[in-house]
């Protein structure tokens, strides 16, 4: 095996929205820093948007205010946002667009040239190569280097500090160890943690990336970094079967949402992003299902403009309409809730930072997705958020350098990077060790039961979809013993190939990050938001409950549950949390 | 859902390969070949790397599917895109995207 070692000043886990901005914003104001970005798949397509997006649904338009941005989703989410995150992201939005329009991005303009919006905080947009764009700017930076095709598993960390990362590549015998004191994780959410809508052959037609599967939470979890609101499960409405975005025709055609009997019901359950889906749920489960987006009143301009938005965005959904023969104006659109993903781009699970996206973890950054306390980031926010990061980590960088700090890398911390580095290439090897002699070795337990057992267990005993989302105590107690089980059982699977070993990690970190979603809904003991934290045994909202629930993991490999006070203002960037806003701890 | 890969037409260029998100894709005896169909996200974003038309879209059975293909062709003027839909006994229907156009819902 190939063992390949790396330094740069920064290096970059993951390549999508946030990661790739903060390396063209490393790259166009920092041009002494090197930099790498490292990338699973290939930062073309990789992440959320791949197949494209139709709307830039996080916006200042005109008239309003960041402030107000901020205010929407406070209630949104009921309260528990970090309304500070939100400010900042906020303030970037439109600055964020305006460089992705000068990248090339089309977005639909009247004739005075203003962008012509979508509801209050929406614009319309092409965004089918909104990726392919922004991975070309990326490109042309001369300090940022690519590395496509590599798997990072895990940070090197010791005594809360970051001195690196370790990983593979996907497609060739290679091991990769990368030395870097400033590392940014934007490695996206967690999908795939529970038993999809469509379990069978379709069973990644899924909303959220299956390929996003919580590396970074998981990371971070490892290294003792604290989370936040892991317990604020995202779960889309959807159209049903294909898994596409609603927003094009829900606000785009204004389709509102009714049930069989052809009533509006919307209204009667309120209209948060969560109480949208438990009406949803809540309507099926009462006998009055199936429920749709009613798209009859179209015209049939408007059916082939919904074609090609589709095909922009998600192209499954307009097959699906084109093949059976009837598209949105002659049947409503059926919709259903997904399975529940772990995504602080929408709810607020991730890592818990300071205004400057610093972790816990010194030395440690996160953006996107990966990053807590800002709900309903969405495309521009993720793009903010790897702005903010990387002009954090350039001024971490500078003062330290004037500091003269710069004794951090010692001998000493060479030897244990040396030495971590050799323990998990060796953990690597320990499931290849087969991959010569296939025939010869029979596995009973395999990559796809382990993922099917995972996401079973979660479906049926932490709020799937089977359960109408909702939990209750004991079932979270046996939910934590079963993934305990696939741990333990995890080392006695096998890779034939480098492809193999991918798919190996990928359970890995979701079965650390079920495992904190399991003790972040345990703690959470009251129902703040329907169907996404539906606790059956507190069934109602308190107001005991106004605070976040964070988490950290202890060397013992024990969940220690913190809770803390809303922060409401912008507190500075001093980044550790020693504030006395710390009201309990204790173990989940 | 998944993506069919006409080896016929395929020229092993491992462009798809190369850019699907999930590492689904490699190149083996000179095709692409697709490791896991029933892992495929439908991004098509294959689709639109292969130069040769050699790869197509279907949704599987168990979410409506009914034997269709989806194509993708990139303009020879560079600007337009063309989606067919091609049903089981050879009916053809043809979308046409301008890129320079934003979505209007």
Known sequence: ?588 | MSIFIDRNKCVGCGKCADVCPGNLLKITDHKAVIRHPEDCWGCTSCLKECKVEAVKFFLGADIGGRGSTLTYTYGDDNRTVTWKVISPDKVERVIVIDTQESNKY
């Open chain 1, 1 to 588: 095996m190939k063992n390949t070692e790396l330094e740069a000043d920064v290096l970059i886990i993951g390549g999508g929205t946030a990661g790739c901005y903060a390396a063209y914003t490393l790259g166009q104001n920092n041009k002494d820093l090197k930099v790498i970005i490292v990338e699973k798949a290939n930062i073309k397509r990789s992440g959320c948007l791949a197949a494209g997006v139709n709307a830039i649904n996080a916006y200042i338009t005109k008239g309003r205010t960041a402030q107000q941005y901020v205010d929407y989703c406070k209630k949104d989410a009921d309260g528990i946002v970090r309304e500070d995150l939100l400010l900042s992201m906020s303030n970037r939005l439109n600055s964020v667009t305006k460089v992705m329009e000068d990248l090339g991005l089309v977005i639909l303009k009247d004739s005075n040239g203003e962008y012509v919006s979508r509801g209050n905080r929406n614009i319309k947009i092409n965004g089918e190569n909104i990726k392919p764009i922004l991975a070309d700017a990326v490109r042309q930076q001369p300090n940022v280097q690519i590395l496509n095709h590599v798997n990072i598993t895990d940070l090197i960390y010791r005594d809360g500090a970051v001195y690196g990362a370790v990983g593979f590549s996907t497609t060739c015998e290679e091991f990769f160890s990368f030395k870097c004191a400033n590392v940014l994780i934007a490695t996206g959410g967690a999908a795939g943690l529970y038993r999809p809508n469509n379990p069978g052959f379709s069973r990644h037609k899924m909303w959220y990336p299956p390929f996003n599967t919580g590396a970074g939470y998981a990371m971070g979890i490892l290294a003792g970094a604290e989370m936040t609101t892991f317990e604020m499960r995202f779960i889309a409405l959807r159209c049903k079967d294909t898994i596409a975005p609603t927003g094009t025709i829900a606000q785009g055609v204004g389709a509102k949402q009714t049930n069989s009997r052809g009533e509006v019901y919307e209204s009667k359950y309120g209209i948060t992003t969560s109480n949208r889906l438990y009406g949803t749920v809540t309507e099926n489960r009462e006998g009055r299902g199936p429920c749709y987006l009613d798209t009859t009143h179209i015209s049939s301009e408007q059916e082939e403009e919904l074609y090609k938005a589709y095909l922009n965005m998600a192209p499954s959904q307009t097959l699906k309409w084109l093949e059976s023969g009837t598209g949105p104006k002659g049947k409503p659109v059926e919709i259903e809730g997904t399975e529940p993903y772990i995504v602080g781009g929408h709810t607020a699970s991730g890592f818990w930072v300071d205004n400057d996206r610093r972790t816990t973890i010194k030395g440690l950054y996160a953006a996107g997705d990966v990053a807590g306390g800002a709900p309903q980031k969405y495309v521009t926010g993720a793009l903010a958020e790897g702005e903010i990061a990387a002009e954090a980590i350039a001024q971490d960088i500078d003062s330290k350098r004037r500091l003269e700090t710069k004794k951090d890398v010692t001998e000493n911390i060479d030897l244990f990077i040396r030495q971590t580095v050799t323990d998990k290439f060796r953990e690597y090897e320990s499931y290849l060790k087969n991959k010569d002699n296939v025939e010869d070795f029979v596995a009973t337990i395999t990559i796809d039961q382990m993922e099917t057992a995972m996401q079973k267990v979660m479906d049926e005993y932490a709020g799937g979809i089977s359960r109408n989302y909702q939990y209750n105590e004991t079932e979270l107690g046996l939910a934590r013993e079963h993934i305990e089980r696939l741990q333990r059982i995890l080392p006695q699977l096998r890779a034939v190939d480098m492809n193999d070993l991918l798919r190996i990690y990928e359970i890995r970190e979701r079965l650390i990050v079920c495992l904190n979603v399991i003790a972040h809904l345990k703690a959470r003991k009251e129902t703040r938001w329907h169907s996404f934290a539906e606790n059956t045994d507190y069934p109602d909202k308190s107001s005991k409950w106004l605070k976040y629930v964070n988490s950290r993991r202890l060397p013992d490999g024990e969940i220690e549950i913190i809770e803390r006070n809303l922060v409401e203002h912008i507190k500075g960037t001093d980044g550790h949390y020693t504030d006395p806003s710390i009201l309990a701890r204790y173990r989940a």
